[in-house]
């Protein structure tokens, strides 16, 4: 981070020149190099490319489910067989009706429930993604710049959040939270107690990287001419260093998501997720796993985990390609 | 009355109890079978005098321990028999005749006093341990006290003596009582004599004895919780000195000491067997079937993947029995929450049964539909059915709506279901019974908890359930003997109700169910008692308290190599004491 990051700055032209041949020598701002060079990586487009279709699967699957197209939770026994408890035919019962299969014992349409379960694992992982996003900017920013005796009190609640049992806290906090609170209830209420015990107890880790980036950015020459010129503590923070830190907090939330899905599939893994019959991915893999049914029909733990992978693995190859864009140095 | 496999049930599980008891068929007497599917729940499969061999026995975790004294696994009070035998024992054949009380270490049943309150028995002169002393009833006596009075030091097993025992002194156990003549209401007045003084008249107080805490155990010899690792034998086998290891497993080998005649329905067929611990189920299910293994001996039956490989495969089939557990899974209805019994008369007719059946694994190896609480295989049941559970097993919805409107909630109501989390087969037969209900427009939701504390603080909890509208919950139960009374009373006695572990989870408080049941412990003649359960059954059921979901079945897989092999049904499983090795 050479120079302010600032959209209308001309030093790319020296690069934008070799190319300047029979067409009008334009000027590229930092973001529009940052976009080729994105665009010309290929594993980072698919992976953006998958993230808006998971994305758009989602909200389809939003209106699919309110219209009765999907049936997530609908029972089919005659699809069982009533001997075993288990669905006819080869993985899962698969057929042109129930493309994935058929969950064991009650035959509920497995595509539905990846579908409709992908809007929960999404909107769980946005949205503490984003919670920690704003909390931890916010509390590093003014950690870095502030320095002296705030710094060290912010340090000290980061390393108090870090070193937190988190697993332990959300299995006893989603055992406590049961019915209704806040003026919540069902699925909002559930969605809510995930949103927080995962963005809440994740933001130290985003936390210290502003903090550590906002302490080397203060001591530059921008900063300081900025404060010569008479700007003031929140003006610098807001125009000077927070643009600044426009990449390194977006190339991190990209790679947050991923992690947080996989803990939003932990958490329904180990039960104390969203309540049945309500899906999710978590939810479905660990159905497979305690009930033995994926060593008869791996079908169950492939469906949801291949779902996870897709997903974790999308956002990765994002996130990686987005922080070689911005800042080509760091690779 | 605590459910004998506790932890047992928590592995993933079905039960196994005989199939035959429903027609009360079942050859009495044991007659010779050949390997057929389910042929060892009626016959007694590969019958043999043969001897020689070791047996191959694995689990998946451990026992909780070998102590005859201080373990509560229905699989150890099985197999224990084999190197510790108890006063009476159950009858070594299939069939519904296998309920029998045998003698084991003793000459005959107890005889009790006019009055109820005596019960004495006599054991065979010249019997002796392996250690080379002669077996007295002060060593029974003895492991009586440390059994059930001395829970700081071996907690594991129930506490039934103490419980029908008289005790005004209050005894402390022989580990802090020291003083040589112990509890005075169990008297040795010669070495081959014990007397029981009871509190209040017990009728079945035969069922106690055939508890491994009858077993004798020397007072010199006895070394506390650390007792398991070499117990004194008094069965054909004894653990191989040294053998035991508490994470790898134990070997018994053959006790020289012992004679046929001291236990005569125990058999002394193989030369050696090893019990292998913390198999992981697959491994274990694979080892069987490739016949490196004998036996599961926890005897809850084959995991998911094996099942439906040896239900597919006629080779293998033929070497599996689909035995009922004893185990009832059903739904308490809370009527504390719902109080009105035409709403839980809804909720019976409503559910969709075969969709439990399917949560559980089918109808072979998960477990038939119920209609009664009392399961086949256990003494007293009678066959019923006031909800067509087995007549119309997908629920009857128009009977269903009469009721909610006789129950003055046409529009249906809405309650919380309560599920132990982490048993995948209690959310999905929870989430099946809240598919059944809302077509009758009766909303629930689903809560889970942890399955250690369910039983005690949630489900447990009177108060817990109430506060949060639980008015129904999953559970399973089995008894500790396999009869009425065992299996009833703490889940009908409206005295039994706790306000933390309560099993009486409907909240029943029925006068009359509560006198029945005192005239059955006082009742010396077991037809008299076996009515009686009978009727305290029907009473629960026209109450729609219980909604019952399967008579639990296990699928047992037995290694053609074995003989004298077959289901006992006061087990569930395959009885321990008889098999052999081709």
């Known amino acids: ?331 | 009355m605590k459910r004998r496999n506790l932890i047992g049930m928590a592995l993933a599980m079905t039960g196994l109890s005989l199939v035959s008891a429903c027609g009360g068929g079942g050859t009495s007497g044991g007659s010779a079978g050949s390997a057929a599917y389910s042929a060892g729940n009626t016959s007694v499969v590969n019958a043999s005098e043969a001897t020689g061999g070791t047996l191959n026995y694995g689990m998946t975790n451990t026992p909780d321990s070998l102590d005859p004294g201080n373990t509560y696994y229905a699989f150890m009070w099985n197999f224990s028999r084999l190197y510790a035998s108890p006063l009476l024992t159950y009858n070594p054949v299939p069939g519904a005749d296998g309920l029998k009380l045998v003698p084991d270490l003793a000459t005959g049943l107890g005889q009790v006093s006019d009055n109820g309150l005596t019960w004495t028995y006599h054991i065979k002169s010249g019997m002796t341990l392996s250690d080379g002393e002669p077996i007295t009833t002060a060593q029974i006596k003895y492991a009586v006290e440390r059994g059930n009075f001395a829970k700081d030091v071996l907690p594991n097993g129930p506490s039934y003596f103490q419980q029908y025992l008289a005790d005004p002194a209050k005894y402390q156990g022989p580990y802090k009582d020291k003083s040589p003549g112990g509890l005075s209401s169990i008297e040795t007045p010669d070495d081959t004599t014990i007397v029981f003084h009871l509190a209040q008249p017990f009728a079945d107080f035969d069922y106690l004895v055939t508890s491994p805490q009858t077993a004798p155990v020397p007072q010199s010899k006895d070394t506390g919780a650390n007792y398991q690792s070499e117990p004194v034998a008094s069965g054909p086998y004894m653990i191989k000195p040294g053998s035991f290891n508490p994470n790898t497993g134990v070997t018994l080998v053959k006790n020289p000491n012992w004679k046929q005649s001291d236990t005569p329905t125990v058999k002394q067929y193989a030369d050696q067997i090893n019990l292998t611990y913390n198999i992981s189920g697959d491994d274990l299910d694979n080892r069987l079937l490739g016949g490196s293994m004998d036996l599961d001996a926890y005897g809850t039956g084959l995991q998911t993947a094996a099942r439906a490989k040896v239900l597919n495969n006629a080779t293998q089939k033929k070497n599996a029995d689909a035995a009922l557990s004893g185990f009832l899974w059903y739904f308490p209805i809370n009527t504390q929450v719902i109080d009105n019994v035409d709403c839980r008369k809804a909720i019976e007719y409503a559910a969709d049964k075969t969709l439990f059946q399917n949560a559980y694994g089918g109808a072979e190896a998960g477990g038939d539909i119920a209609s009664t609480v009392l399961p086949p295989s256990v003494v007293g049941y009678q066959k019923f059915d006031d909800y067509e559970a087995t007549t119309q097993p997908t629920g009857d919805l128009a009977k269903a709506k009469d009721e909610l409107t006789k129950c003055g909630k046409p529009d249906g109501f809405s309650f919380n279901i309560a599920v132990r989390g982490d048993r995948p087969k209690e959310v999905q037969t929870a989430q099946a019974l809240q598919q059944s209900l809302q077509k009758i427009n009766v909303k629930t939701d689903i809560l889970q908890y942890p399955t250690g504390d369910y039983g005690t603080s949630f489900a447990g909890s009177p108060q817990f359930m109430k506060d949060h509208n639980i008015g129904m919950n999953t559970y399973g139960w089995a008894a500790d003997w396999p009869e009425g009374f065992g299996f009833l009373s703490q889940i009908s006695d409206g005295r039994a109700i706790r306000s933390a572990g309560n099993s009486n989870m409907e909240m029943l408080n029925d006068p009359q169910v509560n006198q029945l049941l005192d005239q059955a412990a006082a009742a010396p003649d077991a037809g008299t008692r076996n009515g009686i359960y009978g009727q305290i059954d029907k009473i629960m059921m026209d109450q729609a308290v219980i909604l019952p979901e399967l008579y639990a079945k296990s699928l047992l897989y037995r290694n053609p190599s074995l003989t004298n092999v077959f289901v006992t049904e006061a087990y569930g499983m395959y009885d321990y004491t008889q098999i052999g090795k081709k």
Do not use: C
């Not at chain 1, 981070?1 to 209308?8: F, K, Q």
């Not at chain 1, 694992?121 to 705030?150: E, H, P, R």
């Open chain 1, 1 to 331: 981070m050479a120079a302010p990051l600032d959209m209308s700055s001309t030093e790319a032209q020296p690069e934008s020149v070799v190319t300047g041949m029979g067409k009008a020598i334009e000027g590229r701002s930092l973001g529009q190099i940052a976009w080729l060079r994105l665009k010309r990586d290929r594993w980072a487009m698919a992976g953006a490319i998958v993230v808006v279709v998971l994305i758009l699967g989602a909200l389809a699957s939003l209106v699919l489910d309110a219209t009765g197209v999907l049936q997530p939770n609908t029972y089919h026994p005659d699809l069982i067989d009533a001997t075993y408890g288990r669905p006819t035919g080869a993985f899962g019962g698969i057929s042109w009706a129930h493309p994935l299969g058929v969950d064991p014992s009650n035959g509920r349409d497995l595509l539905a429930r990846i579908l409709v379960g992908s809007q929960f694992s999404l909107l769980i992982a946005a949205g503490s993604t984003l919670l920690s996003v704003v909390i931890g900017v916010a509390l590093g920013l003014v950690a870095g710049f502030a320095g002296g005796w705030v710094d060290t009190l912010i340090s000290w609640l980061m390393n108090v959040f870090l070193a937190f049992p988190l697993l332990l806290f959300a299995i006893a906090l989603s055992g406590v939270v049961q019915q209704s609170a806040f003026g919540l209830s069902g699925n909002a209420l559930h969605v809510a107690v995930l949103i927080f015990v995962i963005g809440f107890f994740n933001w130290p880790y985003i936390g210290r990287i502003v903090r550590g980036q906002t302490l080397s950015l203060r001591e530059r020459e921008f900063v300081e001419a900025a404060r010569s010129l008479g700007a003031r503590g929140g003006y610098i923070l807001r125009r000077e260093l927070l643009p600044n830190l426009f990449a390194p907090i977006l190339v991190y939330t990209t790679l947050l998501i991923p992690t947080n899905i996989l803990f939003e599939a932990a958490l329904s893994f180990l039960g104390v997720g969203l309540h049945p019959p309500t899906p999710s991915w978590g939810g479905m893999l660990s159905d497979a796993v305690n009930n033995g049914s994926y060593s008869a029909d791996p079908e169950y733990v492939l469906v949801p985990g291949i779902a996870i992978f897709i997903t974790v693995m999308a956002f990765n190859l994002l996130g990686d390609g987005l922080r070689d864009a911005l800042d080509p140095r760091a690779r």
